[in-house]
């Protein structure tokens, strides 16, 4: 069982950058997928969601409107399509994958989003 984050980068304020997360050694169709990030010398802290099978999705207050979370269920993977990129954006990016009956819980290595001029 592997989550594989892939697609950040260091890029410009007001850019934009596609987090790939890949999963192997289990379907992501029975998963709620969700992305985390963390800052230095903060906590985790949550950023977007998608439930299993369809298409509801659910966002922090900070990313609304700048950042879209989807799901290609055939390549066992999710995305997160980061828009207006700010400073504060900073941060390691991380999946998880959560299911929807049991416990099964995996989280991805990280990857690093850094915003800055």
């Known amino acids: 069982v592997q989550l594989v984050e892939s697609g950040g980068g260091l890029v410009q304020p007001g850019g934009s950058l596609r987090l790939s997360c890949a999963a192997s050694?289990?379907?992501?169709?029975?998963?709620?997928m969700i992305w985390y990030r963390q800052a230095p010398r903060k906590e985790r802290e949550f950023v977007a969601l998608i439930k299993h099978l369809g298409s509801s999705t659910n966002y922090a207050d900070s990313v609304k409107g700048r950042f879209t979370i989807s799901r290609d269920n055939a390549k066992n993977t999710v995305y997160l399509q980061m828009n207006g990129l700010k400073s504060e954006d900073t941060a390691v990016y991380y999946c998880?994958?959560?299911?929807?009956?049991?416990?099964?819980?995996?989280w991805g290595q990280g990857t690093q989003v850094t915003v800055s001029s």
């Open positions: 998880n994958a959560k299911a929807v009956w049991g416990t099964d819980d995996y």
């Open positions: 050694g289990f379907t992501t169709s029975w998963y709620i």
